[in-house]
């Protein structure tokens, strides 16, 4: 499912132990062509295959390249679509780490161990929409709580909506009983909204 925070978890993960590797690289799994898009980018960073060859070989003389190193950590984003990492993993004995991000629960043909990122219970929903929120005063009041109960009911207790939702209402000063009436009329428009630190 996606907006359970698949991708930050990894992004959390690879920031705070890239100290325990000598490598960290990010791949998308989106299609195969951004996959050996990745492997292109790997092998240009690192220039790790230096001998001519056709552009279909480039990838597995990087995976074969990797499997030579060690502590290493690769993650693939986004990988969907299980074919399309067919012949394009390292071997399981190799002394590097693989992470995996996936909203396919069907994951029969990738060689890992798995772990669901659940949809968030209300009352971590409602802690993280408190936490993100603050300094914002009398958040602890009842009429308070229960409203944010049912914004990050309304949101499917997913992380990335509650964390969109409460920089919204942070950057735009609005009160909390505001967001839903505007959530329900104006939903599209929000999905677009970025905070400000977040604009190109």
């Not at 994951?107 to 949809?119: C, H, K, L, S, W």
């Amino acid at each position: 499912m996606g907006g359970v925070g698949k991708t930050q978890t990894a992004l959390a993960y690879a920031h705070n132990l890239k100290e325990n590797y000598h490598s960290v690289f990010w791949i998308s799994g989106a299609t195969q062509v951004t996959l050996l898009s990745g492997f292109e980018q790997i092998r240009a960073e690192t220039s790790c295959v230096i001998e001519a060859s056709t552009r279909q070989k480039q990838p597995k003389l990087v995976i074969k390249w990797l499997q030579e190193q060690t502590n290493w950590l690769l993650v693939i984003d986004n990988l969907d679509d299980v074919s399309v990492i067919k012949g394009f993993l390292p071997s399981t004995d190799c002394k590097g780490h693989m992470l995996i991000t996936t909203r396919n629960p069907n994951t029969n043909g990738i060689p890992a161990q798995g772990i669901e990122v659940e949809i968030l219970d209300i009352d971590a929903a409602a802690k993280l929409f408190r936490i993100l929120l603050e300094p914002r005063p009398a958040l602890d009041s009842i009429d308070n709580l229960s409203e944010i109960r049912n914004i990050v009911n309304e949101l499917g207790r997913l992380p990335l909506a509650i964390e969109q939702a409460a920089a919204f209402i942070r950057e735009t000063n609005r009160g909390i009983d505001e967001f839903l009436p505007l959530y329900r009329a104006n939903r599209q428009e929000l999905y677009k909204w970025a905070p400000d630190g977040n604009r190109m």
